[in-house]
Structure formats: C-alpha cells, structure tokens
C-alpha cells in the first residue's frame, strides 16, 4: 500500500516551460487536492476534484490546469511556468472531502527560473 | 476568516522529555487534525480529532471545541519527532471546503 505518491519528486523550469505533476493514490479515495507550500503563508488549494472525471478551483487556481481521468491519479499542469510559481507542491487525498483524514504525498519541490 | 494560532513557535527539548503543543482557533469547527511535516518535508497526518481524546503510542491529543483549542501530547520524544507540527481546521470557502493550517510549531529534539 503505497499512499499517495507524487512524481516527479524536484524539478528545475524555466520561465514559460510547461511540465505536469503526477499524483496518484492506492487508497480508493475520491477525494483528490493540490496545495502549494510557500514559506511563511502555509498550504493553500490550488485545485481539488470530488470524484472521477471532475474537477473544480481552489484558492490560487490561476495559471494551473488539472485533469481526473482516472480515480487513482490526479494530475496538475503548468502551461506556461513563472518565478511565481516557485513552491514546493503536495498532493492529498480523502475518503469523502476535508471532514475526513487527509493524506498528503511526499511533495514536488519546483523551481522556475 | 477564521485564525489558528499555535504555541509555542519554536521548542527545543532533549530526547525523552515531554512537550505539549498547544492549537488555538478563533471560531467554532467542525473537525481538526494534526499533522507532523518531517525534515524532509512529508506531511503525516497525526490525529482526526474534532473532539475529544485520542492516543497513538506517544502521541495524544485532546480538542476541546467548546474552548476552541487542541492540544498534542509527545511523551518520552525522539529525535525522529523532530520537524513542524501543524494543526489545521476545514472551513467553508467561497463554495468550496478548504484546510486552514495553523502557523506551526518546530521541535527540535536533540539526543
């Protein structure tokens, strides 16, 4: 039972690179997040999904997309990276939404230059 | 919005003394976790304690909602307990549910 995984685990952009961040989770969980880690402001919900094939906005969604074709993964997109979106990325999943267990995955440290 | 403040911020101790961590928030929720970010950065999720006791192993925490505060016990520490403990509570967003985390304690346990 592996949890919830994240790959890839660093990596380096330049401004204006595009690059997809792979979550997956082996714990049939249909609740799926991605958060943003920043020093001194927390995690905040870039986007989340309540199920196979949905997806809906977080607080920062702005410059990212996600895609649920699948219940286990849940993927994060970047189409155009800025130095603002320099953060280290965490994925979490759920059985049934934030009143339950969240599971977070080891994180995806991304640096744009 | 609602405020979630921890004490104390920093807190050294050496290994096998015994800490309390303290969780306050400003208004009433309905659930509240613990979670423990390791030095590599992994976040572990501790305790899904709205109310009441719960213990695992060292561990313990207690949420009194009525008072709006929490508390994490770590008995007997290890160096391995060493990292950021953050506690975090779901609130209703502008038509979403979100986590809002405290501002985290970091323990450094020495041997």
């Known amino acids: 039972n592996a949890g919830v995984t994240q790959t890839p685990k660093f990596r380096v952009l330049k401004t204006g690179q595009s690059m997809t961040l792979l979550c997956a989770q082996d714990?049939?969980?249909?609740?799926m997040y991605w958060y943003r880690q920043d020093p001194g402001m927390g995690l905040r919900l870039i986007h989340y999904?309540?199920?196979?094939?949905?997806?809906a906005k977080g607080e920062v969604p702005d410059g990212y997309n996600v895609s649920r074709l699948k219940k286990q993964n849940f993927l994060l997109g970047l189409e155009s990276a800025a130095p603002s979106q320099t953060s280290v990325y965490f994925c979490?999943?759920?059985?049934?939404?934030?009143?339950?267990?969240?599971?977070f995955g080891p994180g995806t440290r991304l640096t744009v230059t | 919005g609602i405020q979630v403040e921890q004490s104390p911020p920093d807190l050294i101790l050496q290994e096998g003394a015994n800490s309390t961590l303290r969780c306050n928030f400003s208004?009433?929720?309905?659930?509240l976790q613990w979670f423990h970010q390791n030095p590599w950065g992994q976040l572990i999720n501790l305790f899904y304690?709205?109310?009441g006791t719960k213990q695992n192993g060292r561990l313990s925490a207690t949420t009194v909602a009525t008072e709006r505060y929490s508390l994490l016990y770590i008995s007997s520490s290890q160096t391995t307990d060493s990292g950021v403990y953050f506690c975090a509570v779901t609130v209703m967003n502008t038509g979403f549910q979100k986590l809002v985390f405290g501002t985290g304690t970091r323990l450094l346990v020495s041997p």
């Open positions: 714990m049939n969980h249909e609740y």
């Open positions: 208004d009433s929720v309905n659930n």
């Open positions: 999904s309540v199920g196979e094939g949905t997806t």
């Open positions: 304690i709205p109310s």
């Open positions: 979490a999943s759920s059985y049934g939404g934030l009143t339950y267990e969240q599971y």
